[in-house]
């Protein structure tokens, strides 16, 4: 099983440029999201999403954007990237959005380094 | 306040020792707590969830205080291969948002 699919797994921005990390799960997962993990901050919810279209904020959502046209896909945006986005995107979903069904399946993560 | 706070790291061990680790919550209407470990530049990986009544996974036992708005996880007999940061899982505000305490790092030595 593929599971939770990232890419790319490591990636370096100029500031300013744009780039789209994408994610992609084979299990037919309702709940998808993006958390960032930074030294001493922890995983951060950035958006998640409880099925196709429909999307919503999390902790710290300023600068990206995402969308969610199918129950797959689910890419984060980077529009304008600043260097206070280096950090470790991990994509994470779980198969309901009730409360027995906490387990978040992650990817391998991807290493964004903004110049 | 943090929503949630975890001891701080690193707890270093020898093999064969009992190591608990805390983690504290704020949002009183939370419902759902789990234990995630996370191995070095590795993805976090579901350890156990954690429910009212306690649980127990082998060596690792986990209890939820809802009074103190906290809960633990217990590793007794502590193995090399428990090194690893241990992160508590609170949802906070609804279903959907989990959020991850910033991590407890366990260093267990021969």
């Known amino acids: 099983n593929a599971g939770v699919t990232q890419t790319p797994k490591f990636q370096v921005l100029k500031t300013g440029q744009s780039m789209t990390l994408q994610c992609a799960q084979d299990?037919?997962?309702?709940?998808m999201s993006w958390y960032r993990q930074d030294p001493g901050m922890g995983l951060r919810l950035i958006h998640y999403?409880?099925?196709?279209?429909?999307?919503d904020q999390g902790e710290v959502p300023n600068g990206y954007n995402v969308s969610r046209s199918t129950t797959e896909d689910f890419p984060l945006r980077l529009l304008s990237a600043a260097p206070s986005q280096t950090s470790v995107y991990f994509c994470?979903?779980?198969?309901?959005?009730?409360?027995?069904?906490?387990?978040?399946?992650f990817g391998e993560g991807s290493r964004l380094t903004v110049l | 306040r943090k929503e949630v706070e975890q001891d701080p790291g690193p707890f270093n061990v020898p093999e064969g020792a009992t190591v608990a680790f805390n983690c504290t919550y704020s949002?009183?209407?939370?419902?759902?707590f789990f234990w995630y470990r996370q191995d070095c530049r590795k993805e976090p990986k579901l350890l156990m969830s954690?429910?009212?009544s306690g649980n127990e996974d082998g060596r690792f036992t986990a209890q939820l205080n809802r009074a103190s708005q906290y809960i633990s996880l217990l590793i007794r007999d502590s193995k090399l291969s428990d090194s690893a940061t241990y992160l508590c899982?609170?949802?906070?505000?609804?279903?959907?948002?989990?959020?991850f305490g910033t991590g407890t790092r366990l260093l267990v030595s021969p």
């Open positions: 994470a979903s779980r198969p309901g959005t009730g409360t027995l069904t906490g387990e978040l399946f």
């Open positions: 299990m037919n997962h309702e709940y």
């Open positions: 999403s409880v099925g196709a279209g429909i999307t």
């Open positions: 949002n009183s209407a939370s419902q759902s």
């Open positions: 954690v429910y009212s």
């Open positions: 899982v609170v949802n906070v505000g609804g279903f959907q948002k989990l959020v």
